[in-house]
Nanobody, 130 residues
Framework: VQLQASGGGLAQAGGSLRLSCAAS????????????MGWFRQAPGKEREFVAA????????TYADSVKGRFTISRTNAENTVHLRMNSLNAEDTAVYYC????????????????????WGQGTQVTVSS
């Protein structure tokens, strides 16, 4: 699966951004409805950390405590895209954000460990100014 993340940029503290993740080409392998999806982020000098994940069915989601109540992960299988809506941004949200795809059953949310994800996008930079 070739994933392309977009939507990053510069935001002020308290502002919002919406990230998108799309799969290039519409083959069976690149059909995102076949995968549980997740978002991770990596700040300079820090390890990659889990942000949010969503099941193939969209019925279940999980979030890191640091973003719970501020971020929303969603997916539109018909459009082969996954989104991350980020509200109430703060400086600690500054990082490169990656979308990732995990082989999973229909109603199962992928886990929080990067090793559970088989495919990764190239990342999109989010910078929050205070």
């Amino acid at each position: 699966v070739q994933l392309q993340a977009s939507g990053g940029g510069l935001a002020q503290a308290g502002g919002s951004l919406r990230l998108s993740c799309a799969a290039s080409g519409r083959t069976l392998t690149n059909t995102l409805s076949n995968y549980g999806m997740g978002w991770f982020r990596q700040a300079p000098g820090k390890e990659r950390e889990f942000v949010a994940a969503i099941s193939r069915s969209s019925g279940r989601t999980t979030y890191a405590d640091s973003v719970k109540g501020r971020f929303t992960i969603s997916r539109t299988n018909a459009e082969n895209t996954v989104h991350l809506r980020m509200n109430s941004l703060n400086a600690e949200d500054t990082a490169v954000y990656y979308c990732a795809a995990a082989r999973s059953n229909w109603a199962i949310v992928p886990g929080e460990r990067p090793v559970e994800y088989a495919y990764w996008g190239q990342g999109t930079q989010v910078t929050v100014s205070s």
